[in-house]
């Protein structure tokens, strides 16, 4: 099984800033098989990024995803009031697929 | 407009049975791969099961093989998940999830529905 780890656990930053967020996998694969996913509180996750870097279909070019091997990061360049969530890495390449533990993205 | 709509859950007691239902729309749901999801209270996101568009391909986590069983009828538009042998560590949200891109399993997941309770208590 893939462990995806995440870091930091809580971000606190403020509007306009560049968040940045990790997610570091116990082994390698293919980044072809990574995502990151958006969730507010009480609402399904969003698909924001697959294969590491494509942003889903409506995403704003704020966000970009970047990576390979175990190392893959989450940017959002500036950040807008709507972007403080809670934010999950995933690997979908093989079973059991598996999520990160969430990085918090809170308001300074 | 993609539409998932889960339906099914509620307060079980241990050792109990539920089924799972999440009705598609929007799509040629049979091409499509789709997966079930949940959320403990408080906890993060946890994929269950996965079963592709045909049914060929079916996959568990390790926390409820041999107790779940996905299923789907394409004809309905209907994935299910029967839900066995329940104890409180399944008590969460249960959500499906599409794949994006269809005729396989190994995509990502790019909608959701909005899930369905699930407690098992006492």
């Known amino acids: 099984e893939i462990v995806l780890t995440q870091s930091p656990d809580t971000l606190s930053l403020s509007p306009g800033e560049r968040a940045t967020l990790s997610c570091r996998a116990s082994q390698s694969f293919s980044s072809t098989f990574l995502a990151w996913f958006q969730q507010k509180p009480g609402q399904a996750p969003r698909l924001l990024i697959y294969a590491a870097s494509s942003r889903a279909t409506g995403i704003p070019d704020r966000f970009s995803g970047s990576g390979s091997g175990t190392d893959f990061t989450l940017t959002i360049s500036s950040l807008e009031p709507e972007d403080f969530a809670v934010y999950y890495c995933?690997?979908?390449?093989?079973?059991?697929?598996?999520f990160g533990q969430g990085t918090k993205l809170e308001i300074k | 407009e993609v539409q998932l709509l889960e339906s099914g859950g509620g307060l079980v007691q241990p050792g109990g049975s539920l089924k799972l239902s999440c009705a598609a729309s929007g799509f040629t749901f049979s091409v499509y791969a789709m997966n079930w999801v949940r959320q403990a209270p408080g906890k993060g996101l946890e994929w269950v099961s996965i079963m592709s568009g045909s049914g060929g391909s079916i996959y568990y986590a390790d926390s409820v093989k041999g107790r779940f069983t996905i299923s789907r009828d394409n004809s309905k538009n209907t994935l299910y998940l029967q839900m066995n042998s329940l104890s409180a560590e399944d008590t969460a949200v249960y959500y499906c999830?599409?794949?994006?891109?269809?005729?396989?399993?190994?995509?990502?997941?790019?909608?959701w529905g909005q899930g369905t309770k699930v407690t098992v208590s006492s």
């Open positions: 999830a599409k794949d994006r891109i269809g005729g396989g399993v190994h995509n990502a997941f790019d909608f």
């Open positions: 995933q690997q979908y390449g093989s079973s059991p697929y598996t």
